[in-house]
Structures are given as C-alpha cells and as structure tokens.
Nanobody, 124 residues
Framework: DVQLVESGGGSVQTGGSLRLSCAASGYTVSSGCMGWFRQALGKEREGVAASGSDGTTSYADSVKGRFTISKDNAKNTLYLQMNSLKSEDTAMYYC???????????????????WGQGTQVTVS
C-alpha cells in the first residue's frame, strides 16, 4: 500500500518560513509526479506545486518565487519550502502522488491517485 505522511505544519507569523515534508512508503518519489495542494476553510482544494520524475517543477502563480518543491530520493521524501508566508497561505496542505508524468503546469487534483492526511499551516 502507498502511504504519504505529511509533517512540518504549524503556526507562523507573516513573513516567516516553514518546510513541509511528505514521507512516502510503497511509492518511490523519483518515479512519478508528486504535488502539494492546499485547502483553506470554505474554499476548494488548489494545486500549489508539482514535481515530475524528469525534474521539472511547476508552481501556482500565487506562490511563485516564495515556495520551492523538492525531492530527496535517498530519503524518499517530498518537501515544500515556504518562505515569505502570507495570511492567505493559511490552509491544510496535502501531499499527492501518481505513477506517471505530470501534465503541464500544476496538475488538477483528479490527476493524482494517492493522498496524505494533510498538515495545517496557519499564518497570522
């Protein structure tokens, strides 16, 4: 079974930084498309960033220049480094994965087969 376990969320002041981690088991992070999504209270889930097996990365316009997605193949872990955080970044953040390539841009949530349980990020 594939398991994705997020960690690293928390409360931070505006302008601060956090690094989210997504530890994978039953899935090799280098083998497919992985992404980060977020869902704020009362809003739809939105794609934040994606990382393909070919090393390509994509970002939502709202986080470009502030967030960085990366993989550590040795640790089989996906990361999301979040800098210059804003109150509008407050949301539950989810890690997602699929066997296969990413489509152009940040793929829609329907593209992904596997999901983590989420980690809360609060910026105030």
């Amino acid at each position: 079974d594939v398991q994705l376990v997020e960690s690293g969320g928390g409360s931070v002041q505006t302008g601060g930084s956090l690094r989210l981690s997504c530890a994978a088991s039953g899935y090799t992070v280098s083998s497919g498309c992985m992404g980060w999504f977020r869902q704020a209270l009362g809003k739809e889930r939105e794609g934040v960033a994606a990382s393909g097996s070919d090393g390509t990365t994509s970002y939502a316009d709202s986080v470009k220049g502030r967030f960085t997605i990366s993989k550590d193949n040795a640790k089989n872990t996906l990361y999301l480094q979040m800098n210059s955080l804003k109150s509008e970044d407050t949301a539950m953040y989810y890690c997602a994965a699929v066997l296969g390539q990413c489509v152009a841009g940040v793929p829609p949530s329907s593209w992904f087969s596997y999901w983590g349980q989420g980690t809360q990020v609060t910026v105030s």
